[in-house]
T-cell receptor
Framework: KAGVTQTPRYLIKTRGQQVTLSCSPI?????VSWYQQTPGQGLQFLFE???????NKGNFPGRFSGRQFSNSRSEMNVSTLELGDSALYLC????????????FGPGTRLTVL | GQNIDQPTEMTATEGAIVQINCTYQ??????LFWYQQHAGEAPTFLSY????GLEEKGRFSSFLSRSKGYSYLLLKELQMKDSASYLC????????????FGAGTTVTVRA
């Protein structure tokens, strides 16, 4: 099975712009979670989608949003970018039901100038 | 709130044993995960504990004490490729995929 894929892998934006990141989960996985990883804060949960519905949300401002499509692919959007949004954005997928493992994608490295 | 603590760095010699501790104070508990993350790569799953006790998987073992809010990851027969960051994560709600991560422990294995 192919792993979780994320596009793009690297992105450079300027303050005030918006960005959309994409995640394709492992085939058959319906849960997709998004995390932000920074050196100072570590891995922080953004949100989780299951069958096109947001099931959980972390403590991030409304500038961070996401959605999931019927094929389980997910996108996250960050509007009005700030310097502090520079981070590695990781997507993880899990199988249907109560799975014990999340499979992470390689991440998208976002740099905001 | 969630509070998950683990040491920032550890150094050990090839062939030795290292124990990475993780303490947690969370609003609920339904499982503790350990992930390994090599520099520039995605985290990969190592272990999962939901009941007290030791889970062994080859050179890696993970222990959990729910009453103490404590877990450790034991790495035996260290190899150079074990140099990585090790992340402790807690799931608060059963069936929930929202994980709270510790800051990670960077393990450096020296020859």
């Amino acid at each position: 099975k192919a792993g979780v894929t994320q596009t793009p892998r690297y992105l450079i934006k300027t303050r005030g712009q918006q960005v959309t990141l994409s995640c394709s989960p492992i085939s058959g996985h319906r849960s997709v979670s998004w995390y932000q990883q920074t050196p100072g804060q570590g891995l922080q949960f953004l949100f989780e989608y299951f069958s096109e519905t947001q099931r959980n949300k972390g403590n991030f401002p409304g500038r961070f949003s996401g959605r999931q499509f019927s094929n389980s692919r997910s996108e996250m959007n960050v509007s009005t970018l700030e310097l502090g949004d520079s981070a590695l954005y990781l997507c993880a997928s899990s199988p249907e039901g109560v799975g014990n493992e999340q499979f992470f994608g390689p991440g998208t490295r976002l740099t905001v100038l | 709130g969630q509070n998950i603590d683990q040491p920032t760095e550890m150094t050990a010699t090839e062939g030795a044993i290292v124990q990475i501790n993780c303490t947690y104070q969370t609003s609920g508990f339904n499982g503790l995960f350990w992930y390994q993350q090599h520099a520039g790569e995605a985290p990969t799953f190592l272990s999962y504990n939901v009941l007290d006790g030791l889970e062994e998987k080859g050179r890696f073992s993970s222990f959990l004490s729910r009453s103490k809010g404590y877990s450790y990851l034991l790495l035996k027969e260290l190899q150079m490729k074990d140099s990585a960051s090790y992340l402790c994560a807690v799931r608060s709600t059963w069936g929930d995929y929202k994980l709270s991560f510790g800051a990670g422990t960077t393990v450096t294995v020296r020859a």
